[in-house]
T-cell receptor
Framework: EPEVTQTPSHQVTQMGQEVILRCVPI?????FYWYRQILGQKVEFLVS????????KSEIFDDQFSVERPDGSNFTLKIRSTKLEDSAMYFC?????????FGPGTRLTVL | LAKTTQPISMDSYEGQEVNITCSHN???????ITWYQQFPSQGPRFIIQ???TKVTNEVASLFIPADRKSSTLSLPRVSLSDTAVYYC?????????FGTGTRLKVLA
């Protein structure tokens, strides 16, 4: 069964550093998403991406964040200058219809 | 601000039916309702999706009343491995809102 994959599983970085989180969506899916989940809290929407552009973003997704689909398979989330409060699980999801399928997540720890 | 709420936690015994309700008062006309299961340090796992009335698959049923302001996930005969956090998600064009999550604990 096809699945969404994410790398790395855990990323530790220093405050102020740039990080790139990577996702490989399910191959025939056209819509891509990033979500985050702070420890002990619910999952929060960050951004959706379709046809090589952002289709919607939440208020969390400020100028420090960017997304890219650099080739036909990867979908990345970049945080330009990490803050302590960026520490969270980041989930990628993809869909071809209305059902989003989620990856296993990347745990980002900002020190 | 749209808010999608769920009971914080529920306990059940093995073999019982569990019903978890999600309140989504501000659901839009074209929003779907999807339920996910999440284990610690894992991504949400799809359980079931619906738009209105009742949907059933091999693992769960989803009940959606006519006004669609709430939905109920029904898990028949739960087992210990169903212990997890359950989330509803309302999603439509450019709007994706997760519920607050319900922590289900299944006891032997």
């Amino acid at each position: 069964e096809p699945e969404v994959t994410q790398t790395p599983s855990h990323q530790v970085t220093q405050m102020g550093q740039e990080v790139i989180l990577r996702c490989v969506p399910i191959s025939n899916h056209l819509y891509f998403y990033w979500y985050r989940q702070i420890l002990g809290q619910k999952v929060e929407f960050l951004v959706s991406f379709y046809n090589n552009e952002i289709s919607e973003k939440s208020e969390i997704f400020d100028d420090q964040f960017s997304v890219e689909r650099p080739d036909g398979s990867n979908f990345t989330l970049k945080i330009r200058s990490t803050k302590l409060e960026d520490s969270a699980m980041y989930f990628c999801a993809s869909t071809s219809t209305d059902t989003q399928f989620f990856g296993p997540g990347t745990r980002l720890t900002v020190l | 601000l749209a808010k999608t709420t769920q009971p914080i936690s529920m306990d059940s015994y093995e073999g019982q039916e569990v019903n978890i309700t999600c309140s989504h008062n501000n659901i839009a006309t074209n929003d779907y309702i999807t339920w996910y299961q999440q284990f610690p340090s894992q991504g949400p796992r799809f359980i079931i999706q619906g738009y209105k009335t009742k949907v059933t698959n091999e693992v769960a049923s989803l009940f959606i009343p006519a006004d669609r302001k709430s939905s109920t996930l029904s898990l028949p005969r739960v087992s210990l491995s169903d212990t997890a956090v359950y989330y509803c998600l309302t999603s439509g064009t450019y709007k994706y809102i997760f519920g607050t999550g319900t922590r289900l604990k299944v006891l032997a």
